[in-house]
């Protein structure tokens, strides 16, 4: 075919002749419209970004969006003009999604307090009785009363995961607290039990017991074994002789507080409790540590009275393994000259100043980088 835009072919078997168009002439001639089309938007496009119209359909979007996200025109007019710097969208959305999320916070405070009851206040003698309509509550937090008992309703509260019902007058826990298969945090210290029932084994998901303060403790009901989720146990500052055989079956045990109590010696079989990580043992009458102490690779800080210890593991001194040794010199007949606690009339409110300063010590040193060589002896009748 000749390359021509318009040529004649003669056929001869057809005794007429036949007009051909070149197709390459076509397309070209199509791509030349095409071009100036585009070049006449591209002028339009030009002319618009300058026109004075596009200016105010920019500023008309910012302030719908403005609008929209509730940003008072205060912040984006100045002297009549409108200033579209993206920077007041962005400051004002944080602001915003911070507004949000105190919002959030907020409101989840507000339905988390519909599940909790809480009181405190040595006015209070005795537990409302329109607490028993409100079984869906899941924690109770009594605090600083004079409440003595608590009732036996309790039971009807299956949701229940946290039982806070420190310093107040409570002398015995009724055995329907067996019945809280929820129950993962008790917390009685500092009240005037002397006994707990067996049926708080029955709480198998407990995670946190504190039976500190209560002074007149001896031992654990043997049931408390089945306790098997706890990793912690607070029963310092009460009369135990020993370590309870059941809290040495307490396998998840992390921390233990068996300080200002009555105990002699430890259990040969102490390094049952392999997860061990704080075994505080201080204000006691040890005169001696089992060689099982070695073995518990996990214990990182074990606290003793050291006044009257005559034998303990050369090994535990000379750990490789991180573990915190802190021998006290801490006799607990002594007075605490203290201007401040010349007021601490009685034996708990003693054991309670003392607890506190224990744990801001404990902290600290756990906080410490370095491992003491051998011990760190400190005196309570130091002037603090």
Known sequence: MATGSKEKLNV????????????????GL?????????????EEKQR??????EKIKEEWNFMLECRKKGIPQSKYLKNGFVDTSMEILDKMEKNSQLRKKRALSDASDKERSKYIFQISGEHWTEIPDSLKEQTHLKEWHINNTKIQTIPAYIAL???LKVLELSKNQITHLPV?????????????SFNNLKSIPPELGNCENLEKLDL????????????????KQVTFVDVSANKFPSIPICVLRMSSLLWLDMSSNNLKDLPQDIDRLDQLQTLLLHRNRLTYLPHALINMKKLSMLVVSGEELVEMPTAICESTT????????????ETIPCQETEEIESERDREKFEKEFMKTYIEDLKERDSVPAYTTKISFSLQL
Do not use: T
Request: hydrophobic share 40%.
């Open 12 to 27: 001869s078997n057809m005794g007429h002749q036949v007009i051909i168009f070149d197709f390459s002439a076509i397309r």
């Open 30 to 42: 199509w791509e030349i419209r095409v071009k100036k089309h585009k070049d006449r938007q591209k």
């Open 48 to 53: 618009l970004e300058k026109s004075s119209l």
């Open 157 to 159: 509260f299956q949701e």
């Open 176 to 188: 329907e607290i067996g019945c809280l298969k929820k129950l993962k945090e008790l917390n009685v």
């Open 212 to 227: 500190s303060g209560n002074l007149e403790i001896m031992e654990l009901p043997f049931e408390l074994s089945n306790l």
């Open 322 to 333: 991180g573990l915190k040794f802190i021998s006290l010199k801490d006799n607990r007949y």
